[in-house]
């Protein structure tokens, strides 16, 4: 069974950066489509971005196009997420996912 794990959450001042791990173990990611979705207490999940592993392309939802990048490193089994020009709706409970399974989530927060 795959086991996800998120690293890399943190808290950063508005217009910073951060990098967001996804580590898999329990199977290989590449037979997977990958993806990072967030939550803000409250609020449902939503789909931030993702990633199919058969031919590379990638969505992102509008409120993160042009900041957040998503890349795989076969090699190390890690789904990464690059977040830049961060802004303060940012701020949630990040979570790495491959089909049905999920991670528990990294925390970002974007604040001065």
């Known amino acids: 069974q795959l086991q996800l794990v998120e690293s890399g959450g943190g808290l950063v001042q508005p217009g910073g950066s951060l990098r967001l791990s996804c580590v898999a173990s329990?199977?290989?990611?590449?037979?997977?489509?990958v993806g990072w979705f967030r939550q803000i207490p409250g609020q449902e999940r939503e789909g931030v971005s993702c990633?199919?592993?058969?031919?590379?392309?990638?969505y992102y939802s509008d409120s993160v196009k042009g900041r957040f990048a998503i890349s795989t490193d076969n090699a190390k089994n890690t789904v990464s997420l690059e977040m830049n020009s961060l802004k303060p709706e940012d701020t949630a409970v990040y979570y790495c996912n491959a089909l049905t399974f999920w991670g528990k989530g990294t925390l970002v927060t974007v604040s001065s």
């Open positions: 329990g199977g290989s990611l590449d037979f997977y489509n």
């Open positions: 990633l199919a592993t058969s031919d590379g392309e990638t």
